[in-house]
Nanobody, 125 residues
Framework: QVQLVESGGGLMNPGRTIRLSCVAS????????IGWFRQAPGQEREHISCATKSDQRSYYSDALQGRVTTSRHDSEKTVNLMIDNLLPEDPAVYYC??????????????????WGQGTQVTVPS
């Protein structure tokens, strides 16, 4: 059974760095790309990043360019998302997703098959 579990969310002060983790099970991560998304209340889901195996041809949202990085640890079936300098507009539920492909999909149409339940990030204003 394919499963993605996010962790690392919580209440973080502005300016801090947060690391979110996505642990995969039930499939071979080597054949999947992993995307990160976020959705704030009342807003559309936003595509943040996509990481291929060995982090080749990865994608980062222009909106978070320079503040976000991902790291894959395929042997541990874990993909991490780091966001530096948390801003008041960063609070959201953050999701990881997986899709069976070698390269990341078009960022304008990010179609991922498997999704985690999300982890909430809160930043006091």
């Amino acid at each position: 059974q394919v499963q993605l579990v996010e962790s690392g969310g919580g209440l973080m002060n502005p300016g801090r760095t947060i690391r979110l983790s996505c642990v995969a099970s039930g499939f071979d991560l080597n054949y999947y790309v992993i995307g990160w998304f976020r959705q704030a209340p009342g807003q559309e889901r936003e595509h943040i990043s996509c990481a291929t195996k060995s982090d080749q041809r990865s994608y980062y949202s222009d909106a978070l360019q320079g503040r976000v990085t991902t790291s894959r640890h395929d042997s541990e079936k874990t993909v991490n998302l780091m966001i530096d300098n948390l801003l008041p507009e960063d609070p959201a539920v953050y999701y990881c997703a997986a899709d069976f492909r070698a390269w990341c999909p078009d960022p304008a149409d990010p179609d991922f098959e498997y999704w985690g339940q999300g982890t909430q990030v809160t930043v006091p204003s």
